[in-house]
C-alpha cells in the first residue's frame, strides 16, 4: 500500500518494544512530514552510532562510548561495595536514585536453566575477578526477583564463599517478576536501603 521506503521504516518501528502497526505509521509519517532534512540525518546518525561508537565498558560491562564508563573512571566512588545488575539499563536507573557511591558491575543476564543460559553464558569471570583483585568487602544484588535472579545470586554465594565479601540482596517492595524499568525511585531507594544479607 505504501511506498517500498516507507513500508521498510513501518516494519523497523515495529520491532520496538510495544510498538503496533498503527503507532509504527504514525512515526514513520511524523518523520516524513514533520522532520526537515537536517533533522533526518540527525536522527539517522543517532541510530547508526549506537551500533558503531556504543561498547562495554572495559571494567564493569556497562554501555559506554569510552573505554570507561562514567561511573568507572570516577576515583572518588567508594571502591568497597559493588552493585551487580542485569543489564545497564539498571545502572542508570540507579544513578537517578543518587543514593549510591559505590560501583556497577554488569552480568549481562541472569542463569536461566530453563532458557540454557549457564554460569559460563553472563559475566561471572570478570566479577570474580574484580572480587580478586580490589577491596570489594560487599556486593548487593539489585534485580528483579524470581527463580533466574535466586539462581544467580546463590551461584555467586556459594563461588565466593571463601572470600570475606558480604552478598546482600535489596529488601522486599519490589514486585516478584516486575522489570527494573518501571520500579519508582522511592521504592527503589528504600529496598536498597533495607537491603538483606543472603544466606545459605
Request: hydrophobic share 35%; glycine share 6%.
Amino acid at each position: 500500500m505504501f511506498p517500498e521506503c516507507v513500508n521498510e521504516l513501518i516494519e523497523c518501528f515495529k520491532k520496538f518494544p510495544g510498538v503496533g502497526q498503527k503507532s509504527a505509521e504514525r512515526m514513520a509519517f511524523s518523520l516524513l512530514n514533520d522532520f526537515d532534512e537536517d533533522e533526518i540525518d540527525n536522527f539517522s546518525n543517532s541510530v547508526s552510532n549506537i551500533k558503531s561508537k556504543i561498547k562495554k565498558c572495559d571494567v564493569c560491562n556497562c554501555i559506554t562510548d569510552q573505554d570507561l564508563c562514567f561511573v568507572c573512571s570516577d576515583k572518588g566512588r567508594d571502591n568497597s561495595v559493588l552493585i551487580v545488575v542485569e543489564n545497564s539499563k539498571d545502572v542508570f536507573l540507579l544513578e537517578k536514585v543518587g543514593n549510591f557511591s559505590g560501583y556497577y558491575h554488569v552480568l549481562g543476564g541472569l542463569i536461566s536453566p530453563f532458557d540454557d543460559i549457564g554460569p559460563e553464558d553472563i559475566d561471572l569471570k570478570g566479577l570474580f575477578d574484580r572480587v580478586r583483585n580490589t577491596n570489594i568487602n560487599e556486593i548487593i544484588f539489585v534485580t528483579r526477583s524470581g527463580i533466574e535472579a535466586d539462581t544467580t545470586v546463590m551461584y555467586i554465594k556459594r563461588c565466593l564463599d571463601d572470600s570475606n565479601v558480604v552478598i546482600s540482596r535489596i529488601a522486599n517492595g519490589i514486585p516478584i517478576g516486575a522489570d527494573m524499568d518501571y520500579i519508582d525511585s522511592l521504592t527503589l531507594e528504600s529496598a536498597l536501603n533495607n537491603r538483606k544479607e543472603v544466606l545459605d
